[in-house]
């Protein structure tokens, strides 16, 4: 069957706003890839650290900051956005205000690396890239619920695949630029060009969403007053189903499994691991947006075909392949393959992550359960990444690389068995036109 990228849209009578919609998407998730790629946490985060003196202890605690802050309190954003007309505006606005600054925080910091102490640099950066990544915690919910509803339940997942995978592509030229920004400035003014940049690419990756066409069916939902008291009764629904549960304890058993990322970066730089240096390990984990942007497009239009429990399947084995590749094969090709699968495990679990959440709502408001769903995760999960810290810092990173191995397999055999297909039990679109359970 041939297959573009506005043929999924052939069949809808809004095919005009739903292609101006998923270009719209499409550019501005390229350009949010391309930034996110200049300063991953888990390659060029941990080197900015590393130079700046940073323990294990402070690199495991990377993801953990990212778990809790990127999911555990998103429910302020759900709060703080219950009532409003014009959420686009607000939302794009909340970016400039509350999110982007903290790029340029980072960068002057690192301009300042040769006058002030170098712990006092690290804290710096690391507080930066805190509240960085806290600011959009808070706004995840409600944005990834905008973004649901910009789209029919039948191609959410392909245009949600589209446009991720154009920003993991994206992510790879990012990459790139950052380890020639390296090589070309060394020290921390080139850690400080790329954050500067960063911010400055932000900045026109949010001002493409202005131009996203809101469509008038959701306009009197956006305008609907929520109370604490219903975002409480509504997330204590959530948990009443038991494929839910079941599907957050096989998210729980990945991230328990995957948990040692920016460790792959440090391994590979160890004389063990092959002494790459730092431009090197960087092109080399290019592969992780190239592989992440092949499952994005991939698994969001399988997902759409065969159901998103697929991808995290997928995603899964995709994880115990890298794992067991980091553990018993060196060289450069086996470091790319690594990055590569990486990829493909971090794109499940966030294209069929986030699909599966939308898709096991009981209710219309999205938002609520999917910030129900994250804090349960990220509840579970925040000390997982200092707890490898930990690990590594003791034992070594081979043998935490075996743990992660085991816990992985458990994961995969977890979701193979025990989670269902939320499609099976309701074939109806059950989000956007069902009512809200008394």
Not at 161 to 173: D, P, Q
Not at 380 to 402: C, D, K, M, V
Request: aromatic letters at 14%; glycine letters at 10%.
């Amino acid at each position: 069957m041939k297959y573009s990228l506005f043929s999924v849209f052939r069949a809808d009578s809004s095919a005009p706003q739903n292609k101006w919609n998923a270009v719209c998407n499409v550019i501005g998730e390229g350009l949010w890839g391309f930034l996110s790629a200049m300063i991953a946490s888990g390659t060029v985060l941990t080197i900015v650290l590393r130079d700046l003196g940073a323990k294990e202890r402070m690199i495991g605690s990377i993801m953990s900051v990212e778990t809790v802050m990127f999911a555990g309190i998103q429910l302020i954003g759900v709060y703080l956005f219950r009532t409003n007309p014009r959420l686009k505006i607000q939302l794009v606005a909340y970016h400039f205000y509350a999110i982007i600054p903290f790029l340029f925080v980072i960068c002057g910091s690192l301009l300042f690396a040769n006058i002030l102490p170098e712990a006092v640099v690290r804290w710096m950066v690391f507080g930066g890239y805190v509240c960085f990544i806290g600011a959009i915690g808070i706004i995840i919910a409600v944005w990834m619920e905008w973004m649901a509803n910009l789209f029919a339940v039948t191609v959410r997942g392909t245009v949600m695949g589209i446009a991720f995978g154009a920003s993991a592509f994206c992510g790879a030229a990012g990459t790139v630029v950052s380890a020639k920004i390296i090589q070309v400035f060394p020290g921390t003014n080139g850690y400080a060009l790329i954050y500067g940049m960063a911010g400055i690419i932000a900045s026109l990756s949010l001002f493409t969403f202005l131009f996203v066409r809101q469509p008038e069916r959701n306009s009197a939902e956006q305008g609907v007053a929520v109370t604490l008291r219903d975002i409480g009764r509504l997330s204590r629904q959530s948990f009443s189903d038991r494929n839910f549960i079941f599907f957050l304890v096989g998210r729980f058993l990945m991230s328990a499994g995957f948990a040692v990322i920016p460790f792959i970066a440090l391994f590979y730089m160890s004389l063990r691991g092959g002494g790459f240096s730092k431009s090197v390990l960087i092109v080399y984990s290019a592969a992780l947006t190239v592989g992440a942007g092949i499952a994005n497009i991939l698994l969001g239009r399988m997902g759409d075909h065969f159901g998103h429990r697929l991808g995290l399947i997928i995603g899964a084995f995709a994880q115990v392949t890298a794992l067991v590749i980091v553990i018993w094969f060196r060289g450069p090709v086996a470091c790319v393959l690594v990055y590569l699968f990486t990829g493909v495990a971090l794109s499940s679990g966030f294209v069929s992550h986030y699909n599966m959440l939308y898709e096991t709502s009981p209710y219309p408001l999205l938002k609520a359960h999917i910030a129900a769903g994250n804090i349960a995760f990220s509840l579970s999960t925040f000390a997982l990444p200092f707890i490898a810290g930990l690990i590594a810092e003791r034992r070594g990173y081979l043998l935490l690389f075996n743990i992660s191995l085991y816990v992985s397999c458990a994961a995969l055999v977890w979701l193979f068995l025990f989670v269902k297909e939320p499609r099976l039990k309701n074939q109806q679109q059950p989000f956007l036109d069902a009512k809200i359970r008394s």
